[in-house]
């Protein structure tokens, strides 16, 4: 008898028939893998399985969680007040299976070791979009398992948005030996089966980067890149519930006030693999708000930030998944921050940890005392003292922490102005360096602006400018085999981020680097 192995993620189905605006919504779907008759190989897809959708929920932002449960079954845990989780999900659903196979455009009919690959077309004339078969080779000649990171690159209405993939060295061998064996002839590039396009290969392709372009729009790109850099979901996996044909189903046009904020794709956003001496010990609250309560302005990207960060812990510096809180929105809101910070942190760090906290959002000033405050979701400029988080008290709180090491990292600005900085409507921005606490000797602080500086961020990457040089340091010193120390870090990401500042906004600023010179050596 065929074993079932039931994955169970739990998305998008209302809690309620009627609810309300801002009501919390969830629901389930149901997924199969056939099992091999191993329980070795049944725990292996099923872990593989958690593994890909964890990284997936990371990648695209969303508030949840994946666990393994009794048996086999996996449940993966997602919930949203403000969007329709169904919509939000319907990329999580796809296999993500990537493949090169050699093209035959010249048939219409498969023969011997061939088979047929579905194209969608769009007519330029009627908008409509119809199906081509095309022949290709049943043989796969390269995979997608050694793709490193994908992006989609194209502007709204874009009519032909691509995906630029960049392979492993390893990766970027075979492509280059698959290629040399196809020069002057069509290699077709499929998706889950979908035939995107069949370029003709001119010359081997040594440098382990190639486009993919298809009839796709520009948010379909960038669904693409995002799970193609998660990686496959194991091949024996079927979607039972909700029906396949409705999960997938595209979506009304929405009218435009109701399109969501453009979701970009960065060359950061897939954890490197994980370091071969992994942080055991660590212990992190990991903190995005983007979006508030009293409805101040976007910290644009804030949820993504602190959600890839999360998976960099997890999945490269070997942060145990237990260990490592992430509040998003309205998951973070003041009491939150006194739990996890004040509560369930010291509870958990046990002595000789390393302790992280990181906050990506609007930071906010005093501007009759001079002190800082972390503007959590239900954060008021107006009333910072009763709704706000007292960046003293954070160091305070750490500095209790005896034999530990405590890091904190900072993506928001305290000025008053800037996209990442509020300040109670009516009073002025600050033009000056206010008063700042000292963090304590156990204590590293790296934060991304000086106290009278405008924190941005990087547009084109989707991440705050701040964030995405810590990434990138981070994904470069794995790539070395070794996490770096602060000083390091702070070494890479300075300059880089006071340049590009300079550049794309003409403001200056200039990341911060506070601690003794024992916590500047240390690393996360």
């Known amino acids: 008898m065929t074993v079932k192995v039931l994955i169970l993620a739990l998305l998008c189905a209302s809690r309620a028939a009627a609810w309300s605006w801002g009501a919390e919504r969830s629901g389930e779907a149901i997924f199969e893998v056939e099992s091999t008759g191993s329980p070795g190989v049944d725990n292996a897809l099923a872990d593989r399985a958690v593994d890909v959708l964890k990284r997936r929920l990371a990648t695209f932002g969303l508030s949840g969680a994946v666990e393994r449960r009794a048996g086999l079954r996996v449940a993966v845990t997602v919930t949203s007040r403000d969007d329709d989780p169904m919509i939000l999900l319907r990329p999580l659903l796809k296999p993500a299976r990537l493949e090169f196979r050699m093209a035959h455009p010249e048939r219409t009919k ?106 796709f729009t520009l948010r379909e790109a960038v669904d693409l890149a995002r799970v193609l850099s998660s990686g496959p979901l194991p091949e024996r996996l079927t979607l039972v519930s909700p029906a396949p044909e409705i999960a997938v189903k595209a979506p009304a046009p929405a009218a435009e006030k109701d399109k969501p904020a453009p979701v970009i794709v960065s060359d950061v956003d897939a954890p490197p693999p994980a370091l071969a001496r992994g942080r055991t010990n660590g212990v992190a609250v990991v903190i995005g708000v983007e979006r508030t309560r ?64 990181y906050f990506s959002g609007h930071g906010a000033p005093d501007p009759t005392r001079g002190t800082s405050f972390l503007v959590p979701y239900d954060g008021d400029p107006a009333f910072l ?56 000797a156990n204590l590293a602080v790296l934060s991304a602006a000086a106290s009278n500086q405008i924190g941005g961020s990087l ?61 500047r050596s240390g690393s996360l």
């Open 110 to 215: 498969p023969g011997a070791g061939e088979t047929t690959a579905v194209e969608f077309l769009l007519d330029a004339k009627t908008g409509e979009l119809r199906q081509e078969r095309r022949v290709v080779d049943k043989k796969v000649l390269m995979g997608g398992s050694d793709l490193v990171s994908a992006s989609a690159a194209g502007v709204p209405g874009d009519p032909a948005p691509s995906v630029a993939l960049e392979f492993s060295p390893a990766g970027a061998k075979k492509l280059a030996a698959v290629t040399e064996k196809s020069v002057g002839r069509p290699m077709a590039i499929l998706v889950d089966g979908r035939f995107l396009s069949a370029p003709v290969i001119h010359t081997p392709i040594t440098t382990g980067r190639l486009s993919l372009t298809g009839s």
């Open 459 to 519: 547009d084109a990457q989707g991440h705050g400018l701040f964030t995405y040089y810590v990434l990138r340091a981070l994904r470069d010193a794995a790539a070395a085999g070794r996490a770096p120390t602060m000083q390091e870090l702070f070494d890479a990401v300075s300059g880089k981020v006071e340049s590009e500042a300079r550049r794309l906004t003409g403001n200056e600023q200039t990341p911060q680097l506070q601690a003794a010179a024992a916590a």
């Open 385 to 440: 003292g009763k709704t706000a988080y007292p960046l003293a008290r954070l160091y305070e709180t750490l500095g209790k922490l005896k034999g530990r090491r405590s890091i904190v990292l900072l993506d928001a600005c305290f000025s008053g102005a800037g996209r990442r900085s509020a300040i109670a409507k009516g009073a002025r921005p600050l033009v000056a360096k206010h008063e700042e606490a000292e963090p304590p």
């Open 294 to 357: 009293q409805g101040l302005p976007r910290a644009d990207f804030a949820a993504k930030d602190a959600s890839v960060f999360a998976s960099y812990l997890t999945k490269t510096l070997g942060y145990p998944e237990e260990n490592v809180v992430l509040l998003l929105d309205d998951r973070a809101a003041k009491s939150d921050l006194e739990k996890y910070l004040e509560d369930w942190l010291p509870r958990k760090a046990a002595p000789g940890a390393t302790v992280v906290v």
